[in-house]
């Protein structure tokens, strides 16, 4: 199986400022379509997980442009240029390339 | 708007068994693999199984081989897991979700599994 391993587990961050979480694969997500099979979930307090990024850097519909993905290979990060007080949750990073799709651990971001 | 809707999930004694269900509405459901994630309380996400457009092509995580068996019924747009010999490691809130990794995903509510 595809182990993802996040990185910071917790993450505090004060209102305006930038997050980042980073998220690497023990093997290379890369498709034969050229796609990176990765996305990020945000899991909001209550909720169910929603798709912020998916193919490592495209921003699902509706998720604000403050939210970005980037990497390639086995390496990824998603960044927040400004976090606001709704991002607080759960952030996972998750590859689809091969079954059992797997998750990284989760990322707890809190605000100051 | 699109929704899925999961029910079926209770408190069930172990080695019994349970059968979900995921409605789904408004987006053509024939036309999207289908997936189960479940979540224990307290922890991360776990990916369970999917089923492709046509149920043709199924994929089970080894935790749950054998004991669950994931289905759909396109002429009722829903999608199906039915549950046996539950273990209380199965305890958890189970989550159906559209095209997961695919760039339309989306994710139901989800419904809580409890076996004790």
């Known amino acids: 199986d595809i182990v993802m391993t996040q990185s910071p587990l917790s993450l505090p961050v004060t209102p305006g400022e930038p997050a980042s979480i980073s998220c690497r694969s023990s093997q290379s997500l890369l498709h034969d379509n050229g796609n990176h099979f990765f996305s990020w979930y945000l899991q909001k307090p209550g909720q169910s997980p929603q798709v912020l990024i998916y193919?490592?850097?495209n921003r699902a519909s509706g998720v604000p442009d403050r939210f970005s993905g980037s990497g390639a290979g086995t390496d990824f990060t998603l960044k927040i240029s400004r976090v606001q007080a709704e991002d607080v949750g759960v952030y996972y990073c998750?590859?689809?390339?091969?079954?059992?799709?797997?998750f990284g651990q989760g990322t707890k971001l809190e605000i100051k | 708007e699109v929704q899925l809707v999961e029910s079926g999930g209770v408190l069930v004694q172990p080695g019994g068994s349970l059968r979900l269900s995921c409605a789904a509405a408004?987006?053509?459901?024939?036309?999207?693999?289908m997936h189960w994630v479940r979540q224990a309380p307290g922890k991360g996400l776990v990916w369970v199984s999917r089923?492709?457009?046509?149920?043709?092509?199924?994929d089970y995580a080894d935790s749950v081989k054998g004991r669950f068996t994931i289905s759909r019924d396109n002429a009722k747009n829903t999608l199906y897991l039915q549950m046996n010999s539950l273990r209380a490691e199965d305890t958890a809130v189970y989550y159906c979700?559209?095209?997961?990794?695919?760039?339309?995903?989306?994710w139901g509510q989800g419904t809580l599994v409890t076996v004790s």
């Open positions: 408004g987006y053509i459901f024939s036309r999207y693999w």
């Open positions: 193919w490592a850097s």
């Open positions: 998750m590859q689809g390339l091969q079954t059992p799709y797997t």
């Open positions: 979700a559209r095209d997961v990794a695919g760039g339309d995903d989306y």
């Open positions: 089923i492709n457009e046509d149920g043709t092509t199924i």
